[in-house]
Every structure is written in structure tokens, then in C-alpha cells.
């Protein structure tokens, strides 16, 4: 009952390098979410996969791509990392439509 | 864009003080969602409202559905510690895939 993974947990990166955190499901959920979570500014949508083989931006896209892999997996990279992109990424996951989402515990990226 | 405004943004109260956050919309919402994050942690769903007026109850907790469905609100009754985290209200984003959330606010409390 492992729910909604993230890896890694933490991360820190040099301006530049590139890096993909990766997000997995096993609840059999059609919508997987990438989130970030800045203080004071609530939680962002960056992309979004309504079902498999489709993806979609949401609120803040700019500098990060996605993968939807397969039902289970949902991944989030970033190419050229900035500082800017210093935040909390939280991965997310629910049935078709938009109830009652499942979060994963979380990647703490630090770009220095 | 769709967009769900939520106050306070921080609220202090001593234990067994009653706490309240409320979230507004400019449009009407076909449903409202809370969640709850603690410290360190991530958000974890508690609810969600659908019925105009609706009123739903976990515990010491109170959810409420505005009549014209732009507005709700989280009612806790005498706090205690465990209530401790950031308490998010969220609506129904431009598409049926996805959710807006509010700003959140941050429940601390006084032992």
C-alpha cells in the first residue's frame, strides 16, 4: 500500500545541471499531478497527465518537461536547472477527474 | 483563470480555541475539496463538498458549502495541537482533470 513515491527525497543541484524526479503510482489512478510548493505561495501546477499518453501545462510549466511512461509513471525533469526552481515538488495522483488526490512525501530540490 | 482566494493567510490560537478559514471563489464551483498539511509533510485529502449548503462533520472538524457554491469554509472546535498544519481549499481547475488550490492557511497553536 505504498500509494504515491517519489525519488529522490532530497536533492541539490549547480545552476545548469539537469535532473529528473521520478514519480510512481500503484492505485491504478488515470491523472498523475506535479505540484510545487513555494512558501507563501500555496501549491502550483507545473503539468499534469489526465490518462496515460496524454500530458498537459498547468499554472507554471516554464523550465520543466514530463513523461507520462506508463500508467504507474509520471516523471518531471528539469534541463538546465536555476535557482528559481528551488522549491518542494510534490507529485500527485486520482482517478479520472479531480477528487480526492493522493500526494507523494515530496522532493526537496535545493539549486545553488 | 479560475482562481479560489483563501484567508487567513496565518492564524495563532490557543488550545481549545475554535478555529475558522475560509475560502471564496468568483465563480461558481461544481465541488470544493480541503486539505490538510502538516509540517514537513504533504497534503493528505480530508474532504470534499458538493450540494449547495452542504454542510459535512469529521469529528471537531465542520465543512461548509455556500449556498451560491463560491464559498466554503473549515470550522475546528476547540483546537488541540494535533491540529497543527496548513489547511488548503480547492476547487475545479478550466479543465475536469485538474484542481486549483488556495493559498492556504497556516493553523499554529499555543499549548
Known amino acids: 500500500n505504498a500509494g504515491v513515491t517519489q525519488t529522490p527525497k532530497f536533492q541539490v543541484l549547480k545552476t545548469g545541471q539537469s535532473m529528473t524526479l521520478q514519480c510512481a503510482q500503484d492505485?491504478?489512478?488515470?491523472?498523475m499531478y506535479w505540484y510545487r510548493q513555494d512558501p507563501g505561495m500555496g501549491l502550483r501546477l507545473i503539468y499534469y497527465?489526465?490518462?496515460?499518453?496524454?500530458?498537459d501545462k498547468g499554472e507554471v510549466p516554464n523550465g520543466y518537461n514530463v513523461s507520462r511512461l506508463n500508467k504507474r509513471e509520471f516523471s518531471l525533469r528539469l534541463e538546465s536547472a536555476a535557482p528559481s526552481q528551488t522549491s518542494v515538488y510534490f507529485c500527485a495522483s486520482s482517478e479520472r477527474g479531480h477528487v480526492g488526490y493522493t500526494f507523494g512525501s515530496g522532493t526537496r530540490l535545493t539549486v545553488v | 483563470g479560475q482562481q479560489v482566494m483563501q484567508i487567513p493567510q496565518y492564524q495563532h490560537v490557543q488550545e481549545g480555541e475554535d478555529f475558522t478559514t475560509y475560502c471564496n471563489s468568483s465563480t461558481t464551483l461544481s465541488n470544493i475539496q480541503w486539505y490538510k498539511q502538516r509540517p514537513g509533510g504533504h497534503p493528505v485529502f480530508l474532504i470534499q463538498?458538493?450540494?449547495?449548503?452542504e454542510v459535512k462533520k469529521q469529528k471537531r472538524l465542520t465543512f461548509q458549502f455556500g449556498e451560491a457554491k463560491k464559498n466554503s469554509s473549515l470550522h475546528i472546535t476547540a483546537t488541540q495541537t494535533t491540529d497543527v498544519g496548513t489547511y488548503f481549499c480547492?476547487?475545479?481547475?478550466?479543465?475536469?482533470?485538474?484542481?486549483?488550490f488556495g493559498s492556504g492557511t497556516r493553523l499554529s497553536i499555543r499549548p
Open positions: 480547492a476547487g475545479p481547475g478550466s479543465s475536469a482533470s485538474k484542481i486549483i
Open positions: 463538498l458538493v450540494k449547495s449548503g
Open positions: 497527465s489526465a490518462s496515460e499518453g496524454t500530458t
Open positions: 492505485m491504478n489512478h488515470n491523472s
